[in-house]
């Protein structure tokens, strides 16, 4: 069965960095679009980036622009989401998702808690 | 950007009752939305996909409707494992938008 399993989530001052990792398992990895999305404590579901299946493609939202960076690799079926210059603002539960092939997610992982404070 | 905008915020029902959700995009988008449920403390689930298919699995008391700008979530007998905040998602293009998301409490 799909699994998506977060990981990389914790505390960290503003300014400084973190790198969230998804790892996937029950399915072809390397043909799916992967998507981070996030959710503020208390708010709704935000889109954060996308990565094509080959990596070619990467699409950011203005929030996070500049300062996230999406990658994968796909001989180790994961999915990386490097964040620089935190702000509080990116305080949020961070869930990988499984792109059905037009940017719509028919799995979730279950998620990693970014907290960002001094 | 497209925006989508759910209405209400939150809703509060009895068991049994009917319960319609409603999603507008600021722009039409044809049939490119999807239903999500999140139960409290979980991630959310795929519900209904192309404004109207049902997802595997999900019961068929949940329905959506709609095309271009203005959908619909009907639930149509409400039950208390319903509970959950269901969102809207646009999608075909970049950014995939949500909406606010609805809040469905029990009476």
């Known amino acids: 069965q799909v699994q998506l399993v977060e990981s990389g989530g914790g505390m960290a001052q503003p300014g400084r960095s973190l790198r969230l990792s998804c790892a996937a398992s029950g399915f072809t990895f390397r043909n799916y679009g992967m998507h981070w999305v996030r959710q503020a404590p208390g708010k709704g579901l935000e889109w954060v980036a996308l990565i094509s299946s080959d990596a070619t493609n990467k699409y950011y939202a203005d929030s996070v622009k500049g300062r996230f960076t999406i990658s994968r690799d796909n001989s180790e079926n994961t999915m990386y989401l490097q964040m620089n210059s935190l702000k509080v603002d990116d305080t949020a539960v961070y869930y990988c998702?499984?792109?059905?092939?037009?940017?719509?997610?028919?799995?979730w992982g279950q998620g990693t808690l970014v907290t960002v404070s001094s | 950007d497209i925006q989508m905008t759910q209405s209400p915020s939150s809703l509060s029902a009895s068991v049994g009752d009917r319960v319609t959700i409603t999603c507008r995009a600021s722009q039409g988008i044809r049939n490119s939305l999807v239903w999500y449920q999140q139960k409290p403390g979980k991630a959310p689930e795929l519900l209904i996909y192309?404004?109207?298919t049902l997802q595997s699995g999900v019961p068929s008391r949940f329905s959506g409707s709609g095309s271009g700008t203005d959908f619909t979530l009907t639930i149509s007998s409400l039950q208390p494992e319903d509970v959950a905040t269901y969102y809207c998602?646009?999608?075909?293009?970049?950014?995939?938008?949500f909406g606010g998301g609805t809040k469905v409490e029990i009476k």
């Open positions: 192309s404004a109207s």
């Open positions: 998602q646009k999608y075909n293009s970049v950014p995939p938008t």
């Open positions: 998702a499984k792109d059905v092939g037009d940017y719509h997610y028919d799995f």
